[in-house]
């Protein structure tokens, strides 16, 4: 039995790496993006409020349209930092006007329902790349806007 050799050895443990260790650069990088969205779409909804002179209500809220374009640009699997970002918005609202942990919470649900439903009807209507440059494809926006608005108010 020369030649053989003892395969019910055990195994010597493999050394961990420092690229095991730390966060792949893939997840860095997707954190980052999170990060960056949230802070985009903070600052959209920001901007929102500054706009609204009367309260609550306008017909023009930037932050639905820069949720609803990074999702349909970037892809759905961005809609952590469209919930960051307008949970952030919702929590550090104008001092006078915090609302309680819970009704934040329903809201940024709604709005991000809003964002995720006019992204997928898009997608459906005009495909995931479409160039915006025919009425139909622009129809398909105010379509899956309204859609999303309508499902946000409820």
Known sequence: MGGLTNTDAPLPAAQ???RGILVSGRS???AAGMLLIAGGYYIAAQSG???LLTGGVG?????????IAL??????????GILLGDLLGTIVDLPGARQPLGIALADTAGHLARAIVAVIILQRLVGRRA????????G????????GEALAAT
Request: proline share 7%; aromatic share 18%; glycine share 10%.
């Open 16 to 18: 961990p790496t420092w």
């Open 28 to 30: 860095l990088r997707y």
């Open 49 to 51: 409020e500054a706009l």
């Open 59 to 67: 017909a023009f809220w930037p932050a639905t349209g820069v949720g």
């Open 71 to 80: 999702l349909y640009v970037g892809g759905l699997r961005w809609w952590p």
């Open 131 to 138: 160039a915006m440059d025919r009425l139909e494809q622009v």
């Open 140 to 147: 398909a926006v105010f379509v899956a806007v309204a859609v």
